[in-house]
């Protein structure tokens, strides 16, 4: 079992849908997830950061954590089509220096 | 503010021929510096972080290797490329919140 399971996409919603991304994963000691956004061609910008189980709210975006089913979840309003770009999940056991475990990404096409 | 720099942002190169990709920081002191490769279908692959000058360590034995001359530069070499050294090569450093945030990558492709 890979430590960190992302659905690879793509998933193409039209403007205005509400967007569900997930990553599970294996390794209980995990404790920091983070959310990144990866535009083609571009390095990934991190986009949500949260500690622990429960939910974290930016704009239009919702980061929430459930550590008891190891499973982690970006929630898109209102998605644009300026969302377009692959979403990467990572998570780590320290904080400090940390090495992240990355899922593979999901792949997401908002068309207008 | 706290800036990441890399170059080139692109480049072709022959197989056999050498390496040589460099990233700065700017903005910070004694960051913890990381070289990753993204591959097609692959995911990031950690291929070096280092807590300091001098000191690298490697998550993946290869054909590449790092060097962290000054506090904020960080180096990946090779002496003799593969075909299978293609891909985009990214820096990363640890800021705050504390985790990891990325430069612009170059993208490599050995020929």
């Known amino acids: 079992q890979k430590e960190v399971e992302q659905d690879p996409g793509p998933l193409s919603v039209p403007e205005g849908a509400i967007v569900s991304l997930n990553c599970t994963y294996s390794n209980s000691a995990f404790q920091y997830f983070m959310w990144y956004r990866q535009y083609s061609r571009k390095g990934p910008e991190l986009l949500m950061y949260?500690?622990?189980?429960g939910n974290k709210e930016d704009g239009r975006f919702t980061a929430q954590v459930d550590k008891s089913s190891k499973y982690i979840s970006l929630f898109i309003r209102d998605s644009q089509p300026s969302d377009s770009a692959t979403y990467l999940c990572?998570?780590?056991?320290?904080?400090?220096?940390?090495?992240?475990?990355f899922g593979k990404g999901t792949m997401l096409l908002v068309s207008p | 503010s706290q800036t990441i720099h890399q170059w080139p942002a692109t480049l072709v190169q022959p197989v056999g021929s050498p390496l040589s990709l460099e990233c700065t920081v700017e903005?910070?002191?004694?960051?913890?510096l990381y070289w990753y490769r993204q591959a097609a279908g692959r995911g990031l692959q950690l291929l070096f972080y280092?807590?300091?000058?001098?000191?690298i360590s490697s998550e993946v034995p290869q054909n590449l290797s790092a060097s962290r001359p000054q506090d904020r530069q960080f180096i990946l070499s090779s002496k003799k490329l593969l075909l299978s050294d293609s891909g985009f090569y990214l820096c990363?450093?640890?800021?705050?919140?504390?985790?990891?945030?990325f430069g612009p990558g170059t993208r490599l492709t050995v020929l």
């Open positions: 990572a998570m780590s056991a320290n904080s400090g220096y940390s090495t992240l475990t």
């Open positions: 280092s807590v300091g000058i001098g000191q």
């Open positions: 903005g910070t002191s004694n960051p913890n």
């Open positions: 949260t500690y622990s189980s």
């Open positions: 990363a450093w640890n800021g705050v919140p504390d985790t990891q945030y």
